[in-house]
């Protein structure tokens, strides 16, 4: 099932008297429980695709939609609901990893006893049960990356977006994390990450590479046309 | 008069013989137990035409003084002699793993010379470049990964075949980036020639 689509989708940025075109004519989708990985060199444009994807930046030209919803005007309901977008930059260094993962959630108005429940359970989803206590500044790459998963999944999202999940990550590490992300696969959530790091690539379902805006992938992972699909007039939603 | 060629002289070009130097380097042995090892660690990549091609391999070997026969090992009803590497065996089987990153900077020189005879049509160079690309996608979605877990903390986590298996997926993967990097630059240079954005676009 397709959760997620770019279709034709663009992205410039004024810089002074220039316009940069960061997305050209990028069309993508992603499937349910998925792993797409998307490998570029710094400038590419892999960060800007991840926003736009995750719905926080509209593009400017294109549609992207999730679960048949066109995400411009709805991002804020969507990435609470659906997708979640991974920020490994965690804040609040002194804050315990626990309180990371349960302050938004409390945020969302879950219950202190809910929200601690399910962060735990997050955590232990991510691999990451024994981080709970450590303060977030303590955290090595690796661990801040599974305590910034934890908080994403503790909303159980259909799908994660997340930018270099293995930039920086110790060696021995790198494939703990890819392991966690195929993981995520397994029970059904798609995940759309990037790297700089071509190791990052391995056992994805889906490699790209994004080169000057311009997102490649080989051919029989290409994706056929999407078409919009119009309601007709008077059409209702049955019970 | 044209002198006799000493066969043993010439570099020795069996890749199997240099695999099969290996394994008895690994563990000396005898002809069918090595065949049976040989199968299983070069599986996929190199082949025994039969167990003979294994005991034809180790005479090479031996008349090369490679390897050499372990003492009282052909004795009984149904001797079975072990071989073990000699020190120009040693020596020499380094050398050979060693010229194999020269074969692969061969291969990779040839894949870029032939290449860059298309630098007068771009555009079909931006095609061949971006389907090298797509084979390297592919290539790299291939790649198993290979999580450590605690068990991996000894010198050989895993057993020989396990660490192998984990270092040529990194060697592979490892390559693969370095490809995929020097394919961004190539498609740049090439988008620099005159007419080929037009041409890419």
Redo the contacts between chains.
Sequence with gaps: MTLLELHGVAKRYREGQLERVVLREVSLRIDAGELAMV?G?RGAGRSTLLRVAAGIEAPDEGVVRFEGRELSGHGGDVLGAGIGYCQKLLRGGSQLALEVVTMPLLAAGVSPACARTRACEALERAGAPGCATLRAASLDTAETVRVALARVLAHDPRLVVIDDPIQGVDL??R??I??LL?SLTGEGVAVLASTT???G?????????L??GEL????Q?QLAPVLALRRPAGWRASA | MRAERDPQSAPMQSQVNWALLGLVIERPSYAYELAQRFDRTYAGVLTLSSVSHAYTALAALRERELIEELPGTRQGRQPKPHYRATAKGLDGYGQWLVAQLDEDLRRQRLFILSLATFTRDPQTALELLARYEQACLEEARGTPIAPRTAQHTGVCAGGAPELAARLAAEESRLAVGAKLAWVEYARRELMALPGARVAAR
């Design positions: 490998w060199v021995f590490e494939d703990g890819l392991a195929r790091d071509a190791t690539l391995a056992g994805a379902d889906r490699t790209l590479t080169s000057e490649r992938g080989p051919p992972q």
